[in-house]
């Protein structure tokens, strides 16, 4: 069956660029998750949607960083000025329902900023 | 905000061994907690997952324990394998203004040796 997808698998971009990324949700799942995994770390949260709005967006480091979710499927976070600092992998993840539910995570974009 | 703890970063064992990897947590609201098996280069995958209402949950050779009061669970692999072998992660969550943000332990390396 068709799992979360993202694209795209790796973005590398030089330093005070714009990126997109792009993250496909499990159909029928409310709720999306996008996070970021530095090497040897967890995932960090960063922006919690459920439908079309984000429900969250705590975890967003600065306004350089933005996400949409605008027909409450596919999700692209923005990441505006890119910086060194921002080279991680991307995960993005879908669960059905409002809250405890199962996460199902994407591959990842991996992003390196030269 | 919830902080989780998680130990040991890296565990060796051999093949047919039993692994331990414990997690604390700070959260007296968290009631969801998932563990997630990270392969190299690969998404994350829930493994086994417990909710607070529960103090032990067993799958096959999985298990997971709670223990609330004290605010540590602890994920128990027996008979290891060296398939096994990836980077464990937990996490915990709960309802916080009606939104499931999980925050993630750093992950526990775990290589089981044939």
């Known amino acids: 069956g068709a799992g979360v997808s993202q694209t795209p698998s790796n973005k590398v971009t030089e330093k005070g660029k714009y990126v997109e990324l792009r993250c496909d949700p499990i159909s029928g799942h409310t709720a999306l998750y996008w996070y970021r995994q530095s090497l040897g770390q967890g995932p960090e949260f960063l922006i919690y949607?459920?439908?079309?709005?984000?429900?969250?967006d705590s975890g967003l480091p600065n306004d350089r960083f933005f996400a949409v979710r605008p027909e409450g499927s596919v999700s692209t976070l923005k990441i505006q000025r890119t910086e060194r600092g921002d080279s991680a992998v991307y995960l993005c993840?879908?669960?059905?329902?409002?809250?405890?539910?199962?996460?199902?995570f994407g591959p990842g974009t991996r992003l390196t900023v030269l | 905000g919830e902080n989780v703890e998680q130990h040991p970063s890296t565990l060796s064992v051999q093949e047919g061994d039993s692994a331990v990897i414990k997690c604390t947590y700070s959260?007296?609201?968290?009631?969801?907690f998932p563990w997630y098996k990270q392969e190299l280069g690969k998404r994350p995958q829930l493994i086994i997952d417990i909710r607070s209402n529960v103090g032990e949950k067993k799958d096959q050779r999985i298990a997971v324990t709670l223990n609330k009061t004290a605010k540590h669970f602890s994920l128990h692999i027996t008979e290891t394998q060296p398939e096994d072998s990836a980077v464990y992660f937990c996490a915990a969550s709960g309802a916080s203004g009606g939104s499931y943000i999980p925050t993630f332990g750093r992950g526990t390396s775990l290589i089981v040796h044939p």
């Open positions: 959260d007296s609201a968290s009631n969801y």
């Open positions: 993840a879908s669960s059905f329902g409002l809250a405890g539910g199962e996460q199902f």
């Open positions: 949607f459920q439908g079309t709005g984000a429900a969250d």
